[in-house]
């Protein structure tokens, strides 16, 4: 009798809790879906900035940056639980995935360690990859496409919201090469 009293005050109880869910603003704007590149990556852009929002990536990350002067110590171990987690949600294949804090650090680079911790308003200033940080940090979407020395780069960049303020950059690399080994020669925005 005590166990069953027990449960239902326990089924009560757990019924009548709310569930917190989380705002996340829609980072792919409407004007844009004509925007054949947009189209193809808006559902990896919503699940890639739904697994950053419930994880907390961006405040975990950027902690373990400052705590390890960098984060190299901690960052591996981070870093191939992230990248499951985001290809296990992904429909399209992408040379690269950066994740960029609210200040310009590299945060997260799925498959480029060379540009990790480097702060992207310091670091390749003539590149794509600070263009769409410009952009996309005040709340834009941003499809760059630069010609490089050797072959085609596109970016593909949108802020990471979580409701209404911007805690960081998601940026998509769709290439041949790592952006570290690139000499771009001109950048161009498509609108």
């Given at each position: 009798?005590?166990?069953?009293?027990?449960?239902?005050?326990?089924a009560i109880i757990l019924s009548c809790t709310t569930q917190t869910t989380m705002s996340v603003k829609n980072p792919v704007p409407d004007k844009n879906r004509s925007n054949p590149l947009?189209?193809?990556?808006?559902?990896?852009?919503?699940?890639?900035?739904?697994?950053?929002?419930?994880?907390?990536?961006?405040?975990?990350?950027?902690?373990?940056?400052?705590?390890?002067?960098?984060?190299?110590?901690?960052?591996?171990?981070?870093?191939?639980?992230?990248?499951?987690?985001?290809?296990?949600?992904?429909?399209?294949?992408?040379?690269?995935?950066?994740?960029?804090?609210?200040?310009?650090a590299v945060i997260y680079s799925m498959s480029d360690n060379s540009i990790f911790a480097k702060n992207i308003r310091f670091f390749f200033i003539t590149s794509p990859l600070r263009q769409?940080?410009?952009?996309?940090?005040?709340?834009?979407?941003?499809?760059?496409?630069?010609?490089?020395?050797?072959?085609?780069?596109?970016?593909?960049?949108?802020?990471?919201?979580?409701?209404?303020?911007?805690?960081?950059?998601?940026?998509?690399?769709?290439?041949?090469?790592?952006?570290?080994?690139?000499?771009?020669?001109?950048?161009?925005?498509?609108?």
């Amino acid at each position: 009798m005590r166990r069953t009293l027990a449960c239902c005050a326990a089924a009560i109880i757990l019924s009548c809790t709310t569930q917190t869910t989380m705002s996340v603003k829609n980072p792919v704007p409407d004007k844009n879906r004509s925007n054949p590149l947009l189209t193809q990556y808006s559902f990896d852009i919503q699940n890639t900035i739904r697994i950053i929002n419930e994880h907390n990536l961006i405040e975990t990350l950027t902690h373990l940056q400052r705590m390890n002067a960098g984060g190299n110590k901690y960052y591996l171990l981070e870093r191939e639980n992230i990248s499951e987690m985001i290809k296990s949600t992904s429909r399209e294949s992408y040379d690269d995935l950066i994740l960029v804090n609210r200040g310009g650090a590299v945060i997260y680079s799925m498959s480029d360690n060379s540009i990790f911790a480097k702060n992207i308003r310091f670091f390749f200033i003539t590149s794509p990859l600070r263009q769409c940080y410009n952009e996309s940090i005040k709340g834009k979407t941003c499809v760059n496409q630069a010609q490089a020395a050797i072959g085609n780069l596109r970016f593909l960049s949108v802020p990471v919201t979580f409701g209404d303020s911007i805690r960081g950059v998601l940026i998509f690399q769709l290439g041949q090469q790592p952006l570290s080994t690139v000499q771009i020669k001109e950048i161009s925005y498509e609108q």
